[in-house]
């Protein structure tokens, strides 16, 4: 993708990239999250950018979902081995 997209997993959580990255191969849950997650970060980003406007309701729900997914991330990255 050419365009710097916010939000993205690596910027959320800077230096946990190889932890991203081994739990992503070896969880398929974590993969599908973090898949989730990236779909529904580009999403709500073609709707900020007028790309592909959506309208309040559905930003707000978007965005429920990608912070909660942020938040599972989180766990799953915190969580002892």
């Known amino acids: 993708m050419s365009q710097n997209t916010p939000h993205e997993l690596a910027e959320e959580f800077p230096g ?15 993969a599908r999250m973090v898949d989730r997650y990236h779909e529904l ?16 309701f559905h930003m707000l729900e978007m965005r429920k979902e990608r912070m909660h997914l942020k938040d599972q991330v989180a766990a799953a990255l915190n969580a002892p081995a």
């Open 16 to 30: 946990k990239e190889a932890e991203l990255s081994a739990l992503k191969q070896t969880d398929a849950h974590f």
């Open 41 to 56: 970060n580009r999403a709500i980003h073609r709707a900020e950018t007028n790309v592909e406007p959506t309208d309040d």
